[in-house]
């Protein structure tokens, strides 16, 4: 009797009345005792409200039950299909949502839907996965921007993947400690081909010379990448590299003379396919000539292994004086012993040309630190 002497009224009272009866009837719904005849009946015109046809009705409703675990779970997933202001209230807030729920609307939804479900209090792993996998940059900036969103290494990379190219995106990512490195790089290669791409610098250097700039920066910016990597990740990175071609003789010589020893080590076991502890215990302790059968058995040509032989001899002698200049005792010691050879490959001399420019490099490096103390003594 209750809901039909509801029904009849509501068929005649105007809108304002309507919703102040929607609001009124979901609080009581939630914060009185009612028998269970009267909460089904209270149940059943709440259900009713959904097909109002003002707005204004839908959302007095919502407002009244979104924050409450006890609101009627059907009522709740109508509301949440409605017009977004209606929407809105339940899924931003609503507690009754499982992951399951949420991960259905973010496939179902519009972009203002994923937007809300991004913007929970609290964002589960699945649900951002889910968000990372069809979001658009508004959606997953919002993720990204949610200190309540947990968002696992996997969807990091996958939003780098899909969204790398949007410069907010690239910098809330670069920001976070947990982005994989194989993200990290990808989100570097975005940003050298994005300043590429710009006319105005290819008018200033010129584009042969721009892609020389490029590569090179992105091979130091590389190497910075793996110095700094989780040893548990250096094998994720490795692969990732060899995947898209950067593991080549001049980035291998680059990271060793840099002393990055463990991402070296792993790159050598990826495409020599030894067992880590046998290549390990090689570069550290073994013979010149297992040296050398060992980077041959990585692909790298007889005349610049024994560049890389030689590299690695002096790298240990270098380790063991002094860890803190290891760049510049390997690549100085190396240029002066490949100086003075009559007969060297054009390959070698190629790579001697990059150890030269890592050489420069770190001198001016130095000289800038240099003249850092200096100004800081002086003040």
Not at 129 to 146: I, K, R, S, T, Y
Not at 152 to 179: M, N, Y
């Amino acid at each position: 009797m209750i809901v039909e002497a509801f029904l009849r009224w509501a068929e005649t009272a105007k809108t304002g009345d309507r919703a102040k009866a929607a609001n009124a009837l979901g609080r009581a719904y939630l914060q009185s005792s009612m028998p269970t005849e009267e909460r089904a009946a209270a149940e059943m015109a709440m259900t009713y409200l959904l097909d109002d046809p003002s707005p204004r009705v839908r959302l007095s409703l919502a407002e009244a039950l979104a924050h409450s675990d006890a609101a009627p779970r059907n009522v709740i997933l109508s509301l949440a299909e409605d017009q977004p202001e209606i929407a809105g209230q339940v899924i931003i807030s609503s507690p009754l949502f499982s992951d399951v729920d949420l991960v259905d609307l973010a496939a179902r939804g519009t972009s203002v839907t994923r937007i809300l479900i991004a913007s929970r209090g609290s964002v589960s792993r699945s649900v951002s996965a889910a968000l990372a996998e069809v979001g658009g940059e508004e959606d997953v900036l919002c993720l990204l921007e949610n200190d309540g969103a947990a968002i696992s290494r996997a969807s990091l990379k996958r939003i780098a993947e899909r969204l790398g190219d949007c410069c907010d995106v690239r910098r809330l990512l670069l920001e976070r400690e947990d982005l994989p490195s194989d993200a990290r790089h990808l989100l570097m290669q975005r940003v050298s081909e994005a300043l590429s791409g710009f006319n105005l610098v290819q008018a200033a250097i010129g584009s042969q010379r721009l892609r020389h700039i490029t590569r090179e920066a992105g091979e130091t910016a590389t190497v910075t990448i793996a110095g700094a990597v989780r040893h548990e990740d250096i094998p994720e990175l490795v692969e990732h590299l060899r995947l898209s071609g950067r593991l080549t003789p001049a980035f291998l010589m680059h990271a060793l003379c840099s002393g990055k020893v463990d991402f070296f080590a792993a790159t050598i076991v990826s495409l020599s396919g030894c067992d880590e502890r046998r290549v390990r215990s090689i570069l550290g302790n073994g013979r010149m000539h297992a040296v050398r059968a060992l980077y041959e058995s990585a692909g790298l040509p007889r005349d610049i292994s024994a560049v890389f032989v030689e590299a690695t001899l002096l790298w240990r002698n270098a380790s063991r004086a002094d860890a803190g200049s290891v760049l510049e005792n390997v690549s100085s010691r190396l240029l002066q012993i490949f100086r003075r050879k009559d007969s060297v490959s054009p390959a070698a001399t190629e790579l001697m040309d990059m150890v030269e420019k890592l050489h420069i490099a770190e001198q001016r490096q130095s000289a800038r630190s240099f003249a850092s103390l200096a100004s800081l003594a002086a003040a």
